[in-house]
């Protein structure tokens, strides 16, 4: 089986710019996650998704982040507009629900760099 | 609220050694998993690893095992038989069952470099 799929992989934008960054969760997986990993914050969760429904949004990334769950196998993140301190790592995870287990599959990543 | 905390920053070890990490976390709810993932140096993110709560025993995967003190709240990871490419930043991550959040709360992460 595929694992948990982002596109691009890096990604420059100036400031100001709207960027979208997609991902791919593992087949068959109903949780996806978006996270933002920086040295100083860690992993920090932006949005997560059940069944393509928004079940949780990062309080502190509300306001220039939207994550969409097109469908089953695909999500995107859009970033509008991109400040130079959205520099970071953007990660997408995904897992598959039960009760009695939760381990996430991350993606390799997309590394933002706004100037 | 719930906390993860990892106060060691970064350990060295020479190969084949036993490491062990420590974990500390904060919760109020009496169900929970425990999680301990990898960072290797191409930013990859990998499962280890993983604890019940309800479950006494310590598990095991391979070379990892884990140190489950629930008074504590302490959930270390032990590696025994150190190799070069488990050289990685280790993160410990927890989840709630019954806060209504499904997400994993991390910790700070956990530099490993193992020496030849």
């Known amino acids: 089986d595929a694992g948990v799929t982002q596109t691009p992989r890096h990604e420059v934008a100036e400031k100001g710019q709207t960027i979208i960054l997609k991902c791919e969760p593992v087949s068959g997986h109903n949780d996806l996650f978006w996270y933002r990993q920086t040295k100083i914050q860690g992993l920090e969760l932006l949005s997560y998704f059940r069944s393509k429904s928004l079940m949780e949004d990062g309080g502190a990334f509300k306001d220039r982040f939207k994550a969409e769950m097109l469908n089953s196998s695909f999500s995107t993140l859009k970033i509008q507009p991109t400040e130079p301190k959205d520099s970071a790592v953007y990660l997408c995870?995904?897992?598959?629900?039960?009760?009695?287990?939760?381990?996430?599959?991350f993606g390799p990543g997309t590394r933002l760099t706004v100037l | 609220a719930q906390k993860v905390t990892q106060t060691q920053t970064s350990i060295s070890v020479v190969e084949k050694t036993t490491v062990t990490m420590d974990c500390v976390y904060e919760?109020?709810?009496?169900?929970?998993?425990l999680f301990w993932y990898k960072q290797t140096a191409s930013g990859e993110i990998v499962f280890l690893i993983r604890?019940?709560?309800?479950?006494?025993e310590n598990a095991t995967v391979g070379h990892y095992s884990l140190n489950f003190q629930k008074p504590k709240s302490s959930i270390g990871l032990i590696i025994t038989a150190t190799q070069i490419e488990d050289s990685a930043v280790y993160f410990c991550?927890?989840?709630?069952?019954?806060?209504?959040?499904?997400?994993?709360?991390f910790g700070s992460g956990t530099q490993l470099t193992v020496m030849p």
């Open positions: 604890q019940d709560s309800y479950k006494k």
């Open positions: 991550a927890m989840r709630e069952v019954s806060s209504g959040s499904w997400q994993l709360i």
């Open positions: 919760t109020r709810d009496s169900s929970y998993f």
């Open positions: 995870a995904s897992s598959f629900w039960d009760r009695d287990s939760y381990e996430q599959y």
